[in-house]
């Protein structure tokens, strides 16, 4: 199996009147808007298939490879990873070049991009498009989110050495507080002073904060290659491929089974306690076709106190932001689960060895060529079966994918990286406008109306 690498002349439209030698005007448009339609629309051409482009999808894809920092924090795979899902999502899945913004700090010939672009995927930039990402959402509306680089946890807050594992007596000593994920950026080095740590980094409340807002009917998909990124997306449903039955035969069609499902993605204090005392006395792997895409040894530490009030109402204080939106389709693909390794890959068996340069992201490598078997269809179930699969195939142990969805959403129905249709997001907007109508004339709780789906036709008497 060689890296993914999709074809940049896919989808491409034949030109106005170009095959055809028709007299009449009327003929030759007919035809013409016929082709568009096969090229756009077609299913099982030599080609493969690809969506229409939507106006109402945009994807925001950030790849690091941190060729600035430490030799321990350089990854290989995850600008290219990045570039090969910013083309799938424009030749494929339907995204229009103009809404997709892609943010990588190395250029193709494996030079550093220059870290004042506003393509750099530093801490300011990547907040910037995550704001133009999540603007004036409407219901309809698909947002992707797509990172590939490292993740870290917010020891320090928690008072854990995060070489030992121990106490070390300047935090909480509270072993059922949650530890904080986060993504470290392409300028992770530098002092993040308005949230008073020292990397920058974007943490999964920061990212919750981007949730919070969206309306119901909207669609989200995550993408996190990453180790300690499976709180990215604040739900509470996850499939853990590590708990499928080992008799399960991935090679037969989709099955909805209940074995994986787990609920919560965040891991309490005792638990990575435990986790990293455990990392501390195993041995480090030596093979040199695979790297780790854990934190590299960047853990931040506190800058500054959470009881100085002016910094905290500079950064937004410590408010928890808001839960998403019950019926907001949220999916998220995650590289492993809370505690498990993400790795990036020489995928090139057989052939000469190109060094680490050839290395791949599992995640990425898997979820794309599971798309081309899909033929770019499928559910997000279907999605997720499909890449397990793929990762059996290639023979490396130890990571686990993961797929997490909200409350309101159905990964065995809904289609992956799609938006929904014009009459459901319609009904969603009516809905939400009288929700909001009976909020306002006190009709109704909040509490009521977020018990029931869209296909409700009435409003619960009770309420």
């Not at 995550?222 to 853990?240: K, T, W, Y």
């Not at 435990?274 to 792997?285: D, F, G, I, N």
């Not at 995650?334 to 890959?345: D, K, L």
């Not at 190109?354 to 279907?382: D, I, K, M, V, W």
Request: aromatic share 8%; hydrophobic share 35%.
């Amino acid at each position: 199996m060689v890296p993914y690498s999709p074809d940049p002349g896919v989808g491409r439209v034949l030109a106005e009147y170009e095959a055809y030698d028709l007299d009449d005007p009327f003929e030759q448009e007919e035809e013409f808007l016929n082709s568009r339609f096969v090229a756009n629309s077609c299913r099982g051409l030599a080609n493969g298939y690809a969506r229409s482009e939507c106006e109402r999808s945009r994807a925001l894809v950030v790849g690091c490879n941190y060729p600035r920092n430490h030799r321990n924090s350089r990854l290989w795979g995850a600008c290219a990873d990045a570039r090969a899902w910013a083309t799938t999502l424009t030749k494929r899945l339907g995204v229009p070049e103009t809404n997709v913004a892609l943010l990588v700090d190395e250029a193709d010939d494996g030079k550093p991009a220059n870290a004042g672009s506003r393509t750099f995927p530093s801490q300011r930039n990547i907040h910037d498009h995550l704001l133009w990402l999540t603007n004036d959402v409407q219901p309809g509306d698909l947002l992707v989110f797509v990172f590939c680089g490292r993740g870290t946890l917010l020891l320090d807050d928690v008072g854990l050495d995060p070489e030992t594992g121990d106490d070390t007596g300047d935090g909480s000593d509270d072993d059922c507080e949650v530890v904080e994920e986060a993504l470290l950026c392409g300028d992770f080095d530098n002092t993040d002073w308005m949230n008073g740590y020292s990397k920058r980094m974007v943490t999964a409340t920061s990212l919750a904060r981007y949730w919070e807002g969206l309306p119901n009917g909207a669609s989200l998909t995550l993408v996190i290659d990453a180790e300690n990124g499976a709180s990215m997306l604040p739900v509470a449903r996850r499939l853990d491929s590590a708990r499928l039955p080992l008799g399960v035969n991935l090679n037969d069609e989709p099955t909805p089974m209940l074995e994986p499902m787990v609920f919560g993605s965040v891991r309490s204090r005792s638990t990575v306690a435990q986790a990293l005392q455990m990392e501390a006395s195993r041995p480090e792997a030596q093979d040199p076709r695979i790297g780790r895409r854990d934190s590299g040894g960047a853990w931040p530490k506190r800058r500054w106190l959470r009881g100085q009030l002016l910094w905290d109402a500079l950064a937004g204080g410590d408010e928890a932001p808001a839960p998403l939106e019950t019926e907001v389709q949220a999916f998220a693909f995650t590289a492993s689960g809370p505690g498990g390794a993400a790795f990036e890959v020489d995928i090139g068996r057989g052939r000469r060895q190109n060094g680490p340069s050839a290395r791949r992201g599992l995640l990425t490598h898997c979820l794309l060529h599971a798309l081309e078997e899909l033929n770019f269809q499928g559910t997000y179930y279907a999605l997720w079966w499909c890449s397990l699969r793929l990762l059996r195939k290639l023979g490396v142990t130890g990571q686990h994918f993961q797929l997490l969805f909200a409350d309101g959403a159905d990964p065995t129905c809904r289609e992956a990286f799609e938006v929904i249709g014009a009459a459901e997001a319609r009904a969603y907007a009516r809905r939400s406008e009288l929700q909001q109508q009976a909020l306002e004339d006190g009709q109704c709780t909040n509490r009521a109306w977020t018990s029931q789906r869209c296909c409700s036709s009435v409003i619960d008497e009770r309420c």
